[in-house]
């Protein structure tokens, strides 16, 4: 019973009632990026612009982002939930609501929030619902935060036209939550670039093999 009832509780996202009731401040992370050395929490050099993921596990995720030419920085962190300043350990119980997220700053002028969008969506199922492959709860859900009405648009139209693709593919429907960015909580300074400090740690990111084509209308 008591199996059961955990498993439900990372399956459903928790009523504010049921959450953790978490901190009022900030857990401590990092200053600075394992890999860049830039500031973490900014300040960001004016023009950058903001993106948030979710697709599984943040290891693995925030390597992919960390690798792209025209990101300035990438963190790992917590959004979409109810619990204020989570742990991690807080979060895998299914009991603040969270996703695991990256954040990415990037130089628009270099790389496009399209280009983003094609990376997320290429690198993980996002017909999965609350899961991603082995990695079982609310925690690993498909996410796309977005910061401006551009992104929000962008976003949808992606994730429609990949959604023909993946049907045709004989997938199923995209889970993918879409939703204007929720305030975003920095992981844990051992989370921070987590496969940059242990090259060989765990990535459980797997995508479907189907090519996502942007619709050219997209620009964000």
Not at 157 to 179: F, V
Not at 195 to 204: D, Q
Request: proline residues 7%.
């Amino acid at each position: 019973m008591f199996l059961s009832d955990m498993l439900n509780k990372k399956l459903n996202l928790p009523k504010p009632s049921e959450a953790l009731p978490g901190r009022d401040r900030p857990i401590p992370t990092a200053s600075k990026h394992f890999v860049s050395n830039r500031p973490l929490k900014g300040p960001y050099p004016e023009g950058m612009e903001t993106a948030m993921f979710g697709l599984g596990c943040f290891w693995g995720a925030e390597r992919l982002f960390w690798q792209v030419e025209g990101v300035w920085v990438t963190a790992a962190g917590y959004a979409g939930g109810v619990t204020p300043n989570p742990t991690y350990q807080e979060t895998c119980t299914g009991l603040t609501g969270h996703a695991e997220v990256v954040l990415v700053v990037y130089d628009p002028k270099i790389v496009s929030y399209a280009e983003l969008l094609k990376l997320f969506w290429e690198s993980h199922d996002p017909t999965q619902g609350m899961r991603q492959g082995n990695d079982v709860g609310t925690t690993y859900r498909s996410a796309i935060y977005t910061f401006n009405d551009a992104q929000h648009q962008a976003a949808i139209a992606s994730r429609d036209a990949y959604e023909g693709s993946l049907r045709g593919a004989g997938r199923g429907k995209i889970t993918t939550e879409i939703a204007p960015a929720p305030e975003f909580y920095f992981a844990e300074e051992d989370h921070q670039q987590y496969l940059a400090k242990n090259p060989y740690g765990y990535c459980g990111l797997q995508g479907t093999g189907v090519s996502c084509a942007i619709p050219a209308a997209v620009s964000a």
